[in-house]
């Protein structure tokens, strides 16, 4: 592998250091659009069980500021859930606690997306970056001092332009390829923990301001 690199010349280095960039960002994605730890085991029980408490209490009283704030810092999606019982606790109407809700929501879509924009600039340029390899290689063959002077040029230089160009057109599919197919995954995956974090704050919503069920 060393040796191709090498042969690759100095534009495959770029190349390289994208391609482990985009491996770190697809891994970290992976790991964090988990559904485990985005609804942690306790956390869909824990605002669903507040949410009937309040709803059993004249007030909201059975519910302390405390255990809404303890629900808060579950995972990256229970500020979300959190939002709605915070705004009812405090006695906000409907139509408050919906912009709120609307705020806290924005904040969690740009958790969800993060870094998904930098893998698909990886993805788009890691063609453009292996087409530039491809040129430098080319510039090499028909720069070379003989093709200069009218000569065929050595051999070994021919060769080594061509390896340039190949290997950098090469490693530069080769990168975007993977890493076109992992933002699609991943661009899926946020979308799907989105859907469900709108479908349970609804949930949350619609029991604790019934009469804005209509809107």
């Not at 605002?47 to 209490?57: C, D, H, I, K, R």
């Not at 609307?102 to 063609?127: C, E, F, H, M, V």
């Not at 040029?153 to 490693?171: D, E, K, M, R």
């Not at 599919?173 to 704050?201: D, H, K, V, Y």
């Amino acid at each position: 592998m060393y040796s191709i690199l090498l042969s690759a010349g100095w534009p495959i280095w770029p190349l390289l250091i994208i391609s482990i960039l985009g491996l770190a960002i697809a891994l970290e994605r992976c790991w964090y659009l988990r559904q485990i730890h985005i609804f942690p085991k306790n956390c869909l029980e824990t605002a669903f069980t507040l949410t009937n408490q309040m709803l059993g209490s004249k007030g909201g009283s059975a519910v302390s500021d405390l255990q809404v704030a303890e629900l808060a810092q579950l995972s990256p999606a229970s500020p979300l859930l959190a939002c709605t019982l915070k705004e009812k606790l405090s006695g906000s109407s409907a139509e408050s606690a919906l912009e709120e809700l609307q705020a806290t929501a924005q904040s969690t879509w740009l958790k969800l997306d993060r870094y998904l924009g930098a893998l698909a600039t990886i993805a788009t340029i890691a063609p453009l970056l292996g087409l530039f390899g491809t040129v430098v290689g080319m510039i090499e063959i028909f720069g070379s001092q003989g093709a200069i002077n009218g000569a065929a040029g050595s051999p070994q230089q021919l060769a080594h332009g061509i390896s340039v160009a190949l290997y950098n057109t090469a490693f530069g599919l080769l990168i975007a390829i993977p890493a076109l197919a992992a933002w699609r995954g991943l661009r899926s995956m946020a979308n799907q923990r989105q859907r469900e974090c709108e479908e349970f704050t609804r949930q949350i919503f619609k029991k604790l301001y019934p009469t804005d069920n209509a809107k």
